[in-house]
Nanobody, 123 residues
């Protein structure tokens, strides 16, 4: 079976940093673009970032541009989301999702999803 597993979430103070990981099992990520989405309580799921299958291009939501960086290591079958200068409004469950190419930001068009990891930004 195909699985994506997110990790790296946690509690961090405003201005702090976290690095999320999205690891794949059961398939290779080489041919998949990976999108990062987040969902806060009572809000719709929103797109955060997406990286192409070869890592050659990345897209960011305006709300995270300049603070978040997406990268991938296909040899490790893992995609990362480096989050810096975190704000309380970044608090959400973060998900990674896979499909053949980036689609911003139509979550329903992504084929495979992880279970999510909680990020809480609070003092």
């Amino acid at each position: 079976q195909l699985h994506l597993v997110e990790s790296g979430g946690g509690l961090v103070q405003p201005g702090g940093s976290l690095r999320l990981s999205c690891a794949a099992s059961g398939f290779t990520l080489d041919y998949y673009a990976i999108g990062w989405f987040r969902q806060a309580p009572g809000k719709e799921r929103e797109g955060v970032s997406c990286i192409s299958s070869n890592g050659g291009s990345a897209t960011y939501a305006d709300s995270v541009k300049g603070r978040f960086t997406v990268s991938r290591d296909n040899a490790k079958n893992t995609v990362y989301l480096q989050m810096n200068s975190l704000k309380p409004e970044d608090t959400a469950v973060y998900y990674c999702a896979a499909r053949d190419f980036c689609v911003v930001w139509r979550a329903y068009q992504y084929d495979y999803w992880g279970q999510g990891t909680q990020v809480t930004v609070s003092s």
